[in-house]
Nanobody
Framework: QVQLVQSGGGSVQAGGSLRLSCAAS????????MAWFRQAPGKERVGVAT????????HYAESVRGRFAISRDNANRTTYLQMNSLTPDDTAVYYC????????????????????WGQGTQVSVSS
């Protein structure tokens, strides 16, 4: 089993920045893909960023491209989401996930198989 424990988040004014962390523990292998999803009130959970840990290929949702950055410290098994230029539309509960990409992919689409999830952390952006 793998546990993903999130930290970071909180409240910030529009234009500000936050960084989320997701630390893995337990079994050594949790999949090559890491991702961040978010769920706004009354809406479905959607993916915002993915990273293939082996070759560091990243993928971003259009809504966050250029503002958010996903990264990973493999030695510490910790994945980060740096969020800049935040807007009220970024308000949501953010979840990290680890999983496996489809065969033949050299990046992690949001449709990858996500095996493990973090507990979620609230990000609130005020105008």
């Amino acid at each position: 089993q793998v546990q993903l424990v999130q930290s970071g988040g909180g409240s910030v004014q529009a234009g500000g920045s936050l960084r989320l962390s997701c630390a893995a523990s337990g079994d050594d292998y949790s999949g090559n893909c890491m991702a961040w999803f978010r769920q706004a009130p009354g809406k479905e959970r959607v993916g915002v960023a993915t990273l293939l840990a082996t070759i560091r290929t990243t993928h971003y949702a259009e809504s966050v491209r250029g503002r958010f950055a996903i990264s990973r410290d493999n030695a510490n098994r910790t994945t980060y989401l740096q969020m800049n230029s935040l807007t009220p539309d970024d308000t949501a509960v953010y979840y990290c996930a680890s999983g496996t990409q489809p065969d033949g992919y050299t990046w992690c689409p949001l449709s990858s198989t996500w095996h493990y999830w973090g507990q979620g952390t609230q990000v609130s952006v005020s105008s």
